[in-house]
């Protein structure tokens, strides 16, 4: 049996941090074969920035508040940076559709660009496997995503998401299940893509929602589910068994979809 090489995972967090922390334990006990080299945030006020600092883990902040304000106030005048292009973007993405304001879908791409143009200056400053998103409350747009998913069958930016997807995507994915009426809840691993919480899934864990069950209580179930699965997918991309293809299924009607999953190999 092949033991894991130790892979080099850096972080993107925007509050508490707990699924952080959660990944920092996992490294520290040897439950995941990784080292965090960096923690960054969108949120100087971040207290998952004083976790990483309490181990001696590198941090930087890129606050996304001020360069949104210079974009609106006045748009001409911010430039984005030299390698971007908005019809790129524009082509790529999903965040906006044909019907959405022009100028609004423009402003919100130059200063995503311009944020994570800085985003992409700090982390290059170190070399990393794996980007996770523990509790990274921005959406990345194409600029970002297509600098660090260099291997199309190897994607190298993780999320968490708290609902099972493809079902309630967005921010409050436990207060949409409870609000729903669902049976059943959980927490999803996956690799991002262009759109919100849409790309391939990695794993999943599932809990039951009983009738006295308020948003709280299975909140808390789910963070418990959240703190062990996340770890766990990121040891298998440690044992490089992940591997995302391109699928295409024939449906009954005849149409064809394509889909990317991700397959998990057998442990060599």
């Not at 311009?114 to 409350?137: Q, R, W």
């Not at 995503?145 to 968490?160: A, E, G, K, L």
């Not at 669902?182 to 391939?200: L, N, R, W």
């Not at 009983?210 to 770890?231: F, R």
Request: glycine share 8%; hydrophobic share 35%.
């Amino acid at each position: 049996m092949q033991l894991a090489e130790k892979i080099r995972v850096g972080a993107l967090i925007s509050g508490g941090g707990t699924n952080l922390q959660a990944i920092i334990d996992a490294c520290e006990s040897g439950k995941i074969d990784a080292t965090m080299v960096f923690v960054g945030s969108d949120n100087p006020d971040a207290y998952g920035l004083e976790r990483a600092q309490n181990q001696r883990i590198p941090t930087f902040v890129v606050d996304y508040k001020p360069i949104v304000r210079d974009v609106k106030k006045d748009p001409q005048a911010v430039l984005p940076p030299d390698d971007f292009s908005l019809d790129d973007i524009i082509q790529k993405q999903s965040l906006y559709d044909k019907q959405s304001d022009p100028e609004t879908a423009r402003n919100f791409f130059i200063s995503r660009a311009i944020a994570e143009f800085a985003l992409l200056e700090n982390m290059n400053t170190f070399s990393f496997d794996l980007l996770v998103l523990a509790g990274f409350m921005r959406n990345l747009t194409p600029y970002f995503i297509d600098r660090v998913n260099t291997d199309t069958s190897c994607p190298r930016i993780m999320n968490i998401h708290p609902a099972l997807l493809p079902s309630f995507p967005g921010v409050d994915g436990y207060g949409d299940t409870f609000r729903y009426g669902c049976k059943a809840g959980g927490c999803t691993v996956h690799f991002i893509d262009y759109g919100e919480d849409s790309g391939p899934i990695i794993g999943q864990r599932t809990f039951q929602i009983e009738p006295d069950d308020t948003i709280d209580s299975i909140k808390k179930k789910g963070l418990a589910m959240e703190w062990e699965l996340y770890p766990e997918c990121i040891q298998l991309y440690a044992e490089n068994r992940l591997k995302a293809v391109k699928k295409t299924f024939q449906l009954d009607s005849g149409q064809t979809y394509e889909r990317t999953i991700v397959e998990i190999l057998p442990f060599k």
